[in-house]
């Protein structure tokens, strides 16, 4: 059976992280964590189901960046694990269906970039390899009227993304600089399934396939002050298998 849908979502995300630096090597770690809520709606030939949910994740890593012999050359890695509290209400044949989990997130990161000066423009080109995962989970959905009891399984996602792309920034001064982007990401892996037993029998779920090609255009403004403060906003334009928008507000101090 054919189904679309539309879905809705707004991120809220943080890290916080220490560092410390041997000859060339600079490593350390952080902890991340974020929020976010969503609204999903799918249509098929039979029925309409609308939900909507929210999740939170916490988590802890380790990163290391190493400079290589060529001037502005470095290689970058992290590996990380966290838990992932997920929270789904749905509307299944008119009665609101609460579905609530907690599992555990992994992830792994290996990348390298060089960067460059020409008069006033920093240059960074870079290639990025990531690695993202999250443990399997099933749950029970309780019988009401008109909803019989369901169990309800889905397997572990494994996701496996490359990024190639460009960056800029302008000196417009000492402390103000501009900056603008573009890069190509391609999903060579990322499907989720799963499978749904109840009274009458087993179905496997239409699976959520998010391989493919992405274009992503980045924009924004970055402000570093002479205390080790710095701040930046930005805004990313995504086309292709992921669309949409996406903005980010960030500060950092260094010490």
């Known amino acids: 059976m054919d189904s679309r849908g539309d879905t809705d979502t707004t991120i809220v ?9 041997i000859a060339q090597t600079e490593f350390g770690g ?3 964590m974020g929020h976010a809520t969503y609204d999903v ?3 098929n030939g039979l029925a309409n189901v609308s939900g909507a949910g929210k999740h939170n994740y916490a988590g802890v890593g380790l990163y290391v960046n190493q400079s290589l012999p060529v001037e502005g050359w470095q290689v970058t890695a992290y590996l990380k694990g966290g838990a992932f ?7 299944l044949a008119g009665v ?4 609530d989990r907690t599992r555990a997130y992994w992830g792994a990161h290996l990348g390298t970039h060089f960067d460059y000066q020409i008069a006033k423009l920093r240059g960074r080109a870079f290639i990025s390899y990531f690695y993202d ?3 399997s989970m099933s749950f029970n959905v309780k019988g009401h009227d008109g909803v019989e009891g369901a169990r309800f399984e889905y397997d572990a996602l494994n996701a496996h993304r490359v990024q190639l792309g460009s960056l800029f920034e302008y000196d417009y001064s000492p402390t103000h600089r501009p900056y603008f982007g573009f890069a190509l990401e391609q999903t060579l892996k990322a499907e989720a399934s799963g499978q749904a037993h109840d ?3 087993e179905i496997s779920l239409r699976s959520s396939d998010l391989e493919g090609t992405t274009g992503i255009l980045s924009a924004g403004w970055t402000y570093e002050g002479n205390d080790g403060f710095s ?5 990313n334009g995504y086309a292709g298998t992921r669309n949409g928008v996406s903005g980010q507000i960030q500060g950092n101090w260094k010490f």
């Open 41 to 43: 709606r799918t249509y």
């Open 231 to 235: 701040f930046e906003f930005g805004l």
């Open 199 to 201: 009274s009458q029998g």
């Open 85 to 91: 509290s997920n929270r789904y209400d749905a509307q």
């Open 133 to 135: 995962g999250v443990d």
């Open 96 to 99: 609101t269906t609460e579905l």
């Open 13 to 21: 995300s943080g890290l916080v992280g220490y560092a410390a630096h």
């Open 30 to 32: 952080f902890i991340e």
